[in-house]
């Protein structure tokens, strides 16, 4: 299963777009990239997943690079609520039950 | 819609005693997967169940079991308790084949604390 590498800790200003980085250098052609966030005392929560195309949500954007080694989450307009431990993941599709977890980046959002 | 269901929220065990903690995924979702969380380890693999059949198993020794029921609510047992095993334990539900789908929702945990 390919690692990731994130940053152990970012900080953010209230309104600010936060810019999580993660490193996927062994990231193989057929695994996606997923993206979840654990608020303190709460189970994570999906934020987004994409291929190889950057994606947008409601919630988020994810870009990935064109050689798919790297790729960068973006909160827009980040808020207090937003902070969290946030976790980048390679893993199959159809094979989320595999998906190794890491340590994340915790992200501190500031007044 | 609820969310995912997961009893107790808090537990506290003695070295070899055993424990049963409880799942019941969002209505509709039929795999279900459990993670072990600690400040050590992060957040481990241990099984998922799909339609009352086991598909996949983490690195965990046998003490840890589990199992699915016919409504797919599902349950885990750890027996005979180490302080090792005081952590977070995580139930996530998908909706259809496991992890077909690309989403995982998380219930809040069953926090085990083991004396």
């Known amino acids: 299963d390919a690692k990731t590498t994130q940053p152990t800790s970012m900080d953010c200003a209230e309104g600010r777009a936060a810019n999580l980085p993660c490193n996927h250098s062994?990231?193989?052609?057929?695994?996606?990239v997923y993206w979840y966030r654990q608020i303190h005392s709460q189970g994570p929560q999906y934020i987004i997943h994409?291929?190889?195309n950057n994606e947008t949500n409601e919630m988020a954007s994810l870009i990935i690079t064109e050689d798919r080694k790297s790729s960068t989450l973006i909160l827009p307009h980040a808020t207090l609520r937003d902070t969290a431990v946030y976790y980048c993941?390679?893993?199959?599709?159809?094979?989320?039950?595999?998906?190794?977890f890491g340590t994340g980046t915790l992200l501190a959002v500031q007044p | 819609k609820a969310g995912v269901t997961q009893t107790p929220r808090y537990l506290i065990k003695t070295r070899g005693q055993q424990v049963t903690l409880s799942c019941s995924p969002i209505?509709?979702?039929?795999?279900v997967s459990w993670y072990q969380q600690t400040p050590g380890q992060g957040l481990q693999f241990l099984f998922e169940?799909?339609?009352?059949?086991?598909?996949n198993k983490g690195n965990f020794p046998g003490r840890f079991s589990g199992r699915q029921f016919s409504n797919s609510r599902s349950e885990m047992n750890v027996s005979t308790l180490e302080l090792g095993d005081s952590a977070l334990y995580l139930c996530?539900?998908?909706?259809?084949?496991?992890?077909?789908?690309?989403?995982?929702?998380f219930g809040e945990g069953s926090r085990l604390t083991v004396l």
């Open positions: 996530a539900s998908s909706p259809g084949l496991a992890g077909v789908g690309g989403e995982l929702f």
């Open positions: 062994t990231i193989s052609g057929n695994e996606y």
């Open positions: 994409g291929l190889k």
């Open positions: 993941i390679v893993g199959q599709y159809g094979a989320t039950n595999k998906l190794i």
């Open positions: 209505s509709g979702h039929r795999s």
């Open positions: 169940y799909f339609s009352e059949t086991q598909r």
